[in-house]
């Protein structure tokens, strides 16, 4: 069917025709209704045969319409004219990369820059269950404002039955038509599984994905045949020649991204675009153009390391030097490892690799309890250390011996060899700490605080840093190798002034090195490492004036940040410059999942969401978000029904709303750290409501009081009046950590957690407070939320699943069976809540990651480039 000029298909006027091929005939056309130019592709008539077709179609395309991102097509309409069926898209202008592909190989830069924008595009549709199936150059649109992927999966969506028999019949055109009898999708670019009759997935794109890389990059096909059966033989069996073979200048990394996407076994390939991607972006940023080798161990279905990776790693550990045959020393290529933990563990934010860089010191939540565990890098196996439960924090003795860390509001001290645990001091809340060369320790015991120094062997600490004025707090300490000289970071109420600081033990003072900055580790002889937006950077310090010297450099990314206000970057270095770090992105969104977990819709904006909360007429949501740069955290409100996001408060954390809707609580993020209330309605100055470091977590549902934690020393639950003057009181005040209090629906009952067991539990208690308390977890359970009919607790399990526990709290509390509703992505290891339930209790909005990245292993960088390096 050919369309005239001038003819309508429903509101939209047919102007000229743009191509045709398998999937049907494109025209440009005018949208009457909006006076704008839009793409209307005509369908074939097989789609159109039956009224259950239409109607999976219609259904498909629905979804695919939701995709909003920049580099996939728009998808604006479905319609009906007569016996026509026919999809509405965005107009684009530029070129097809099977045009370009014509002209020959891309260059590097633009192969990478194009791959990236693919991979994230191909994210996006991936996390809403959609697949592409036809991924090949003459579906990638070349705009001025980057790539545009088109037909995104409408080859699934319109995809027919066939048998395995009918897979033997394939089309010979180059842009198949889908017919009964035929592969869906174009031979040069379907992954093994496909072409063997398989159902294709997320990893089926990921393959063509693979083929279209290696086209950009060397100009040819990543497989070959004189025939069709020749064609599918080689993509069956054969491996393509090596781009850095077909092109000298391209980086043996890109090989390696290649060739894991064209794996024949989905299982061996990437399992998520966003990992691909995540490679290639690292390529692109780490100068790849130089030729510089990087090789990426992934993770593996196995719970033991890679043997290669653990002899690269020993080898290194024991300073052997690599040497070439000829006179001058050899430079080791740089190598970026992954460590999985073991089956079942749920990774905390403390880790540390030993300075000798052998073993690896970690905390991690396995069989309900949380205790550190250390692994040599020699060995497969993993050694819980007992006494450590709840352990924060840990950091090592000079020659690896003792392991020091944060336990139950001490400061203790373990030997490896025997297990012995000895207790060092008082630490309320500790927030970091190092053992120094001259057998001095240095570390922080309170949230709120200043660094303190006791020796290796116990005593009584003393400090070593005063607040200077307009200093909030002193944090993480790291001894210089000469045992006198420590980083540390310091919060101030600017953001100009907050960051790394040098100090020293024999003089007063300390003086800024990194604005913005959180960890401060050091590289002797002269190089500091620190974290920059996301990015592990290296650079010169002039130790004697306090002063770095030339440009950062970058060593690897993404780092990840722990969450909450604990201003400190997830890396470790060893003393010969093994970097091991937790990769993970601060970019979070929010999405309403209903009890199933099934994702209905993605609300606000995209960056560091911290935290959520809901107006109790579920119309507003309030949510932190964090500026990666500075580390600002600042509070914001989300009108729901129109989707958009205004500012609330410029420094602020954790807002909760009033049930009457007219204020938000939060706490400020100054130099006080005060619970706040503010007007919604008129913008007043906010009132104080508690001081001492207090978050607000639930109001009751008369609005008199507010539960909040209190985390100046340890965390306590605390509540205050917003009605009268009464002062705030603490209700829970121990030595173990309680946290996520929430109100029951009469305001009679409260629930929160507590590390009292060994591990984080749910509970519930009386209010006004009594000494009777009743367990709903069992096996570990983190941020509690009470149901707003009052029947319900909800909970996260210490596998990341979400709970509901059916409860009566009338006269007397009782509890029925915890029931698992779905498996999340929330940050376990953030102390505030991250969901919020709906009135009705059937859908929750969830703080959920923006991409996929492998946080829940480790990383290990080796042989980067230090600055100036040539």
Not at 208 to 231: H, I, P, R
Not at 544 to 557: F, H, I, M, N, S
Not at 740 to 758: A, K
């Amino acid at each position: 069917m050919t369309l005239a000029a001038g003819s309508r298909l429903g509101p939209y006027e047919i102007l000229s025709p743009l191509g045709a091929g398998g999937m049907g005939e494109v025209y440009k056309a005018r949208d009457t209704r909006l006076e704008r130019t839009v793409a209307v592709k005509v369908l074939p008539l097989h789609l159109s045969s039956s009224p259950e077709s239409r109607q999976r179609f219609e259904r498909e395309a629905k979804t695919i319409s939701q995709l909003s991102h920049p580099h996939i097509c728009a998808l604006h309409d479905v319609g009906r004219e007569g016996e026509t069926e026919y999809l509405v898209m965005e107009y684009l202008e530029g070129e097809t990369l099977a045009d370009r592909l014509l002209k020959g190989a891309l260059p590097l830069e633009q192969t990478l820059r194009y791959g990236i924008q693919i991979a994230d595009a191909l994210d996006k549709a991936h996390r809403q269950a959609i697949v592409h199936r036809d991924l090949k150059p003459s579906n990638v649109m070349l705009t001025k404002s980057g790539v545009k992927l088109l037909d995104f999966g409408l080859a699934k969506a319109v995809a027919p039955s066939r048998s395995a028999a009918e897979l033997t019949a394939f089309p010979t055109q180059a842009a198949p038509v889908t017919r009964e009898g035929s592969l869906l999708g174009t031979v040069q670019y379907m992954a093994p599984e496909q072409l063997e009759g398989h159902e294709a997935d997320a990893r089926s794109d990921t393959f063509a994905f693979g083929c279209v890389l290696y086209e950009m990059a060397t100009g040819k096909k990543a497989f070959s045949g004189a025939t069709q059966a020749s064609l599918i033989s080689s993509i069956l069996r054969d491996e393509p020649q090596p781009i850095s073979r077909v092109q000298k200048m391209s980086p043996p990394a890109l090989d390696h991204v290649v060739k894991k996407s064209l794996a024949k076994d989905p299982d061996d390939r990437w399992q998520n675009a966003a990992d691909l991607g995540g490679e290639l972006k690292w390529i692109a940023e780490s100068g790849s153009q130089s030729g510089a080798t990087a090789i990426r161990a992934v993770r593996r279905r196995s719970q033991s390391w890679i043997p290669w990776a653990v002899a690269a790693i020993a080898t290194l550990a024991a300073g052997i030097a690599i040497t070439s045959r000829r006179p001058r020393e050899a430079v080791p290529e740089p190598m970026l490892l992954t460590i999985v933990p073991p089956q079942r563990t749920l990774l905390t934010d403390s880790f540390e690799i030993s300075p000798d860089g052998r073993k690896l010191v970690f905390g991690g939540i396995a069989g309900g309890k949380l205790m550190l565990r250390v692994r040599e890098l020699d060995s497969d196996e993993v050694r819980a250390l007992p006494g450590t439960e709840t352990a924060e924090s840990p950091f090592w003795s000079p020659d690896g011996r003792f392991l020091v860390f944060f336990s139950r509001a001490k400061l203790r001290r373990i030997e490896l060899s025997t297990g012995s645990i000895e207790v060092l001091c008082d630490a309320e809340l500790g927030r970091g700490g190092t053992w120094g060369s001259q057998g001095d320790i240095l570390f922080t015991p309170k949230s709120i605080g200043t660094i303190y120094r006791i020796s290796a062997s116990g005593g009584q600490p003393g400090p070593v840093t005063t607040l200077e004025p307009g200093e909030v707090l002193h944090r993480w300490p790291y001894m210089l190798p000469d045992g006198r000289r420590f980083l540390l970071f310091v919060k101030t109420d600017k953001a100009e002034s907050t960051g790394i600081y040098l100090a020293s033990l024999d003089k007063p003072g300390h003086k800024l090195l990194v604005k913005n900055g959180a960890t401060g580790l050091f590289l002797a002889p002269d190089i500091l490492l620190f974290v920059r937006g996301e990015a592990l950077l290296a650079q010169h310090l002039d130790l004697d004036r306090g002063e770095l010297r030339g440009d950062p450099e970058a060593v690897t990314r993404p780092v990840m940040r722990a969450d909450v206000a604990f201003y400190r970057d997830l890396f470790s270095v060893s003393r010969e410059g093994i970097v091991v770090f937790r990769p993970g992105s601060a970019s979070r969104r929010l999405v309403w999942m209903d009890r199933r977990g099934t994702m209905l819709k993605a609300v606000g904006p995209t960056g560091a969401i911290m935290n959520v909360s809901l107006s109790s007429d579920n119309r507003t949501a309030g949510f932190t978000l964090r500026q990666v740069e500075t580390g600002i955290a600042s509070v914001w409100t989300l009108d729901l029904a129109r989707d958009v996001a205004t500012p609330f408060a410029e420094t602020g954390w954790m807002p909760i709303f009033t049930p009457d809707g007219n204020s938000i609580l939060y706490r400020s993020e100054g130099s006080s750290f005060e619970l706040r209330r503010r007007s919604l309605k008129d913008g007043r100055e906010a009132t104080i409501v508690a001081d001492s470091f207090a978050t607000p977590y639930d109001v009751s549902a008369d609005g008199r009081y507010v539960l909040y934690n209190r985390t100046k020393a340890n965390a306590d639950i605390g509540v205050a009046s917003l009605i009268g003057d009464a002062k705030p009181q603490l209700l829970l005040t121990t030595e173990y950590e309680e946290r996520n209090p929430s109100f029951s629906r009469d305001g009679h009952w409260f629930t929160y957690s507590s590390s009292e067991p060994g591990q984080h539990e749910v509970f519930v208690r009386r209010f006004p407070m009594t000494d009777e308390k009743w367990a709903i977890s069992n096996g570990g359970g983190l941020q509690p939320l009470w149901s707003h009919d009052g029947k319900e607790i909800f909970y996260a399990t210490l596998d990341g699943r979400l709970m509901a526990a059916p409860v009566s709290a009338g006269a007397t509390f009782s509890l029925g069976t915890p029931q698992p509703l779905f498996q999340t992505s929330l940050r376990l290891n953030n102390p505030s809540r991250q969901y919020a339930a709906s009135a009705d209790g059937q859908r929750f909005l969830m703080v959920v990651p923006a991409q996929d990245v492998d946080s829940e292993n480790f990383r290990v960088m080796l042989n980067w480039r230090r600055p100036g390096r040539q």
